[in-house]
C-alpha cells in the first residue's frame, strides 16, 4: 500500500515537471515582437489583392527589410493609388513579427500622423 502510494506520488511529480517544462517551453518559441521606424522604399500588391510586399530601410542600420501584410486596412492603402497612400522616402513606424521565414506586418502607419 505504501508502495503503491510512494509510486503514484512519484508519477504525479514527474506529470507536473513535465507539464511546466512544455509550457515554458511553448512560452520561448512565441514570436518576438519588432519595432522601428523607417523610409518606405516601395510596395508590390500581389495579382488577387489579397496581399502585399513593402520595402522599408530601417533608418538606424540602414538595412532593407521586406513586410509581408495580409490585412485588410493596409491593403486598402496599398490600393489607393490618386495621390497614393504611402510615397517613396515617406517616414513609417513599424512593428512586426517572423513566421515561416516571412516578416508579418502587425503595425504600418505614417510617422507624421493624419
Avoid at 489583392?49 to 522599408?56: I, P, Q
Avoid at 513599424?94 to 500622423?113: L, P, Q
Wanted: glycine letters at 8%.
Amino acid at each position: 500500500m505504501k508502495r503503491d502510494f510512494a509510486i503514484a506520488r512519484t508519477v504525479s511529480f514527474l506529470l507536473v515537471v513535465a507539464f511546466f517544462l512544455a509550457t515554458g517551453a511553448a512560452a520561448a518559441e512565441e514570436p518576438k515582437e519588432i519595432k522601428f521606424m523607417g523610409i518606405f522604399v516601395k510596395q508590390t500588391l500581389a495579382a488577387d489583392g489579397k496581399s502585399a510586399e513593402a520595402v522599408v530601410k530601417d533608418i538606424k542600420t540602414g538595412k532593407e527589410i521586406t513586410l509581408f501584410f495580409t490585412d485588410d486596412l493596409t491593403l486598402n492603402k496599398f490600393k489607393k493609388t490618386n495621390p497614393p497612400w504611402f510615397s517613396p522616402g515617406e517616414e513609417i513606424r513599424i512593428k512586426y513579427v517572423v513566421k515561416g521565414g516571412k516578416n508579418h506586418s502587425m503595425y504600418f502607419r505614417k510617422a507624421a500622423g493624419c
